[in-house]
């Protein structure tokens, strides 16, 4: 082999030989680099055959205490804390399935160690890693009782505000029919039974009164129990297409009256989460109530929307009829509460105040803007952290 030959087979192998080096020595790096990054996730490295049987325990900080790697080489993985435990599902499906999983928790009297595993290829068996979650399960624990305890707290406020409201409401209007009873059963009895007068026509009168607000009382009692009844099943939480439903209800609201002019409005993918039964009841009584109120305008207008630069989102409702004074807003919501005649707009008085019921069991609110002869819009949303009240008026980003 000549000078020549001899020098470029020196340098090809002192090439290769670098080249090797610079592999090793970024292999180094990289494990070092993914022993630092376990480190920063986890507390302990282990290894275990096909079965799950620890081979190798060892922990990746000082700090990391509490398992014993004599004591559980030879042990399940899942049997860390508890010799006794049983393999978790999750766990025994990323065995089976030779597939990554984690975090996968397990837990014995009061201490959590999540664990995450992956497969070694050629050796048949596993490597993982396990974090301390003790402290952190338990913070997680006293912050969740302590959200559901303030939520709870508001619920009994929001349910005793209500109790308290109905019964004021109950008290009062269920008054009414009894006057009449006892007024009119007053008169027959001084001015017929005590002189055995013969009933006259002026008589019959007032037992027919008598008989009208008894059935009107009946009428109150069953329209209560039915509310009573209807707001206090559990929720079947669903998404809802608002739309859908208020399409279904316009169509049904304009079978009941083909010889009015009224137009709808309905806003595309109004989707939300919720009971869709109960939804439906929210729309078709403020739907139901907007068709009453514009049954004097012509071309009546009702529109069905949402103000999504809002948050969360608030769902309109508006019409162009009649309107009310906001002077008495306050009492919109109340059972039996009416600012129209019987006479002149039919109705029991109940159905903003179911409404309201539905509203706040969907987590939300509902208020109402309005003036005399320039229609209504009632506004409401759902799922509302601040739904402790409602906010002030606002104009919304739609109009009808």
């Known amino acids: 082999m000549g000078p020549a030959a001899l020098a ?86 990323a065995f089976d399935a030779r597939q990554p999983a984690g975090p996968i928790l397990i837990e014995h009297a009061g201490r959590v160690l999540g664990l995450a595993v992956v497969p070694v290829h050629g050796s048949g068996g596993f490597a993982g890693t396990a974090v301390e979650l003790t402290h952190a399960a338990a913070g997680l624990r006293e912050a969740t009782g302590h959200a559901q305890l303030l939520e709870r707290n508001r619920q009994l406020e929001l349910t005793a505000r209500e109790l308290d409201s109905f019964a004021h409401s109950v008290s009062h209007d269920l008054r009414a029919p009894l006057r009449v009873v006892d007024g009119f059963a007053s008169i027959l009895l001084e001015d017929y039974a005590e002189s055995r007068k013969p009933l006259d026509d002026q008589g019959r009168a007032h037992v027919r009164r008598i008989i009208a607000a008894g059935s009107r009382m009946n009428a109150m009692i069953d329209t209560l129990l039915s509310m009573s009844r209807m707001t206090a099943v559990e929720l079947a939480r669903e998404r809802v297409d608002l739309t859908d439903l208020a399409n279904e209800l316009a169509d049904d609201l304009t079978a009941t009256d083909r010889s009015r002019r009224v137009r709808f409005v309905i806003a595309e993918q109004l989707v939300v989460d919720g009971d869709r039964t109960l939804l439906r009841l929210v729309l078709q009584n403020l739907m139901g109530n907007a068709f009453k109120f514009t049954g004097k305008t012509d071309p009546a207008c009702i529109e069905v929307g949402i103000d999504s630069s809002r948050s969360p989102p608030v769902y309109f409702v508006r019409d162009n009829g009649v309107g009310f004074d906001m002077r008495f807003a306050d009492k919109l919501f109340g059972v039996f509460q009416r600012f129209h005649s019987a006479n002149e707009f039919p109705g029991t008085g109940v159905g903003l105040a179911t409404v309201q019921q539905i509203v706040r069991k969907h987590g939300g609110r509902i208020w109402a803007e309005s003036s005399p002869g320039a229609g209504a819009t009632l506004y409401f949303t759902l799922w509302d952290k601040g739904s402790g009240s409602a906010p002030a008026p606002q104009q919304s980003a739609a109009s009808s």
């Open 8 to 93: 470029a087979l020196l340098g090809a192998a002192a090439a290769l030989a670098g080249v090797g080096l610079a592999h090793r020595l970024r292999q180094n790096r990289e494990l070092k680099q993914l022993r630092s990054h376990l480190a920063a996730a986890a507390d302990w490295v282990w290894r275990c055959d096909a079965d799950g049987r620890i081979t190798d325990l060892a922990p990746l900080r000082t700090t990391a205490q509490g398992l014993d790697p004599a004591r559980v080489l030879g042990s399940a993985v899942w049997q860390l804390l508890d010799p006794n435990a049983v393999c978790p599902t999750a766990l025994r499906q």
